[in-house]
């Protein structure tokens, strides 16, 4: 009897051993394959929403008018207050112009979800906020500031909310496109995550692009602005809010949080979007959306 416990106490004790290796194992070894199947799991699903939303629809009738207003008084007291000319170079490209000014505002702003809302959402305040209230903002705010800090360059720029299908997702992101005239196209930055999108053979991506390039599965590769690590499920998390588009029709300073003006938003069809007041435009046009700045544009 003595001998038939001891045995079945050794037994105990090896399936606990093994039963902790195990835990051990999935905990610390096998934790990231765990959360890399699941990460690829879900992205699958947002990939085949996108790819089953309707396609877009030319709609020549759809009432709006993209501009970008220039206020040269608010633009050089922007520009002397940050010292934009030790950041940006009126020689280099817009594209570098556009980087120098996003790793600005990542390195010296993280992202957080700010306790106290400001009052004022323009770029100096920001910056006098995070200086004196709390260090750190969400990426709207993120993607206001970066926004009057490019316009004030003189670099033709929107900031972009961009949703998920989900009208129970409380989740949503805002980043900037900036339009890039050596190259003729939108890129996206983003300050807030500290990295943009490229195609290995086609540079920056647009939001337009990164959607198109997300359906039919083609490679892109995330870049950061900073040292810092890039979220490993950033082209999932991108998967999840590039159903929708929604951005101001005339850009300037100053937008927020007044919200004069009307919001343009960009839907497949049949889909009506949430959350949305009766002055926005909601179109089903990409191509419109999506156009070139008129070409006398001038910041």
Known sequence: MKKTLKIAGIALLSLAGLLLIL??????????????????????????????????EAASEADFHFTYEQDTLRAREIRNYFRLDTLVNPAA????????????????????????????RNAIALWEY???????????????????????SGIVSRFVTCLPADSLDNDCHVVNIVWLPERQKWAM????????????????????????????ETPMEVHPLTENEVYDGLLSYWAKNLYWFECWEETGYGKEPDGKGRSVVLLPPGFEGFGLDESTVRTSDDARFWDAPDTDTTL
């Open 93 to 120: 490209a817009t594209w570098d112009n556009t980087l120098a000014l996003a790793r600005f505002v990542s390195c010296n702003i993280p992202h957080a979800n700010q306790k106290v809302q400001p009052e004022k």
């Open 130 to 152: 995070s200086r004196t209230i709390e260090p750190a903002f969400n990426c709207r705010l993120h993607a206001i500031m970066l926004h009057e800090l490019l316009h004030a």
């Open 23 to 56: 835990f051990l194992l999935t905990r610390f070894v096998f934790r990231d394959c765990v959360a890399g199947y699941l990460d690829d799991l879900e992205k699958a699903e947002r990939v085949e929403l996108l790819r089953t939303a309707a396609p877009y």
């Open 189 to 216: 930055i983003d300050s807030d995550m500290q990295a943009w999108i490229e195609g290995p053979d086609a540079g920056p991506l647009s939001l337009r692009e990164m959607r198109e390039r997300t359906v039919a």
